[in-house]
DNA sequence: GTTAGTGCAAACCTTTTGCAGCTCT
DNA sequence: AGAGCTGCAAAAGGTTTGCACTAAC
């Protein structure tokens, strides 16, 4: 299981196993992906409501700079967060979709292809590669276009509209 | 010219070509590539020293939402700004040295079939697709080769070191 | 017992917002 | 003339840092 391989990794290179770190691990493991730093730390905070959001954030760089995790934007759908996931599965992009945010994976031989052409292109040694792909999922692309039509037909019925509603923000407050 | 085919595509829409913006979209245009906002306003400000840098973010804000620029991370590499580029070349690649920061463009047909395949295996409709890599060029392989025996070395001679200095911060100050 | 790691408060950088006034068309 | 855009000041969101204390090894 990937915690194990994670402790071991840290275990072999003298990087202390403390209990906040334990528990961060172990989310992080479990719940799969896409976590950003918030959300971690509210999920941490349940398991030990003095764990500190610093310690969170220290731990993911630590992570990330061990190679142990990845970063990734999502295409900053949301705001401006980074999620995190372990580094476990093949190489994947991460394909996002601008309407309803559901986030797809494609793993497929381009990507490695891709890679290789890299290293061979510019005697390039791939560390880290991250592929977003953002657009609209299937079932998005009907509603979409239902969408524009409606606001195309408002358009007509009143050549000078009022100014629009402003949409309400995407980022979540802080607790 | 790519600055005549953006200024076409705003004015198309009734968006107006102030000042401001017609600096900043020379700018943007002659300028190549990855320019942060903050860069493109210190660059800006000569041009127009009154010009404000909340003028550059909405600008390209505005510029992202049209499609006509794409929005790039570098892998954060520097710090956690964005860096911006005209919608005018092949879809392209980054590939950014994790030691001296370099960026390369790699165009290639990985690319296009992984956008491809994405679309038809998820009925997906790609609208912004972004594709960086972190490593070593050809040249920092070597002398971080070295670096690292260096660092064995000194681990030898002293086996409890004293701390490191710290690294500086990567960030940019405001002027 | 050391040293790495933590919590807390405060800072930091990047970006956004509210609003009054200016300016393109 | 009037909507759209700008500048200014202030705030927000996300993340990092300094420092004294704590806990893992």
């Known amino acids: 299981m990937a915690l194990d391989s994670i402790e071991g990794s840290l275990k072999e290179r003298g990087v202390r196993l403390t209990r906040q770190r334990q528990i961060l691990l172990e989310l992080i493991d479990k719940t799969g992906e896409h976590l950003d730093a918030e959300r971690l730390f509210q999920m941490a905070k349940e398991k030990d409501p003095k764990l500190n959001r610093v310690t969170v954030y220290r731990t993911l760089k630590m992570l990330k700079t061990s190679g142990l995790v990845d970063e990734l934007d999502l295409m900053h759908h949301v705001g401006d967060q980074h999620y995190y996931e372990t580094r ?76 629009a509603a402003r949409a309400p923000r995407k980022r979540a407050r802080r607790s």
């Open 88 to 163: 476990l599965k093949q190489e994947h992009a991460h394909v996002i979709c601008l309407r309803c945010g559901k986030v797809e994976e494609f793993f497929g031989e381009p990507l490695q292809r891709l890679r290789k052409q890299i290293e061979s292109h510019f005697g390039f040694q791939v560390l880290l590669a991250r592929t977003e792909v953002g657009g609209y999922c299937a079932h998005c692309q009907t509603l979409r276009a239902r969408e524009v039509k409606e606001l195309r037909m408002l358009a007509l019925d009143a050549p000078k509209p009022a100014m």
